[in-house]
């Protein structure tokens, strides 16, 4: 992913999800989605066992530093593998896996709140 090319760039809050996309700010994407405070890019991961930390560059490298980090996994919940846990814990990111739609959810009130926030939402059916 290109940090100089967001789909939007600025934090918005998921108006909706499923049917394989997104809608935010007005805009409908396809796919999966990776939203951090000041930008809303497109993401290739389709399914957790892509999660990895390339597909979470922005994240772990952003300044200022993200508070917290919410991974949708889609419908199936999933157990982040210790290596990926550690390079946030070595940052001091808090980092919570849970369904798309439970992430959606709590994304929207930590965007809400004005938190340092950020998302990888895995689009679903």
Known sequence: MDRASPHLPQAAAIDTYGKGGFRFAGMSHRGSLLCLPDGI???????????????????????????????????????????????FAERGIAVETMTTGAA??????????????????????
Not at 55 to 63: F, P, Q, R, T, W
Not at 105 to 124: F, G, S
Request: proline share 9%; net charge neutral.
């Open 41 to 87: 890019w497109p993401s290739p991961v389709t399914r957790p066992a892509e999660i990895d930390a390339a597909a979470l560059a922005l994240v772990l490298d952003a300044e200022p530093k993200i508070d917290h980090c919410l991974i949708g996994t889609g419908h199936d919940p999933w157990l982040m593998p210790r290596d990926l846990a550690g390079r």
């Open 104 to 125: 959606v959810r709590t994304y929207n009130i930590l965007v809400a709140e004005r938190r340092r926030i950020a998302a990888l939402l895995i689009a679903v059916a």
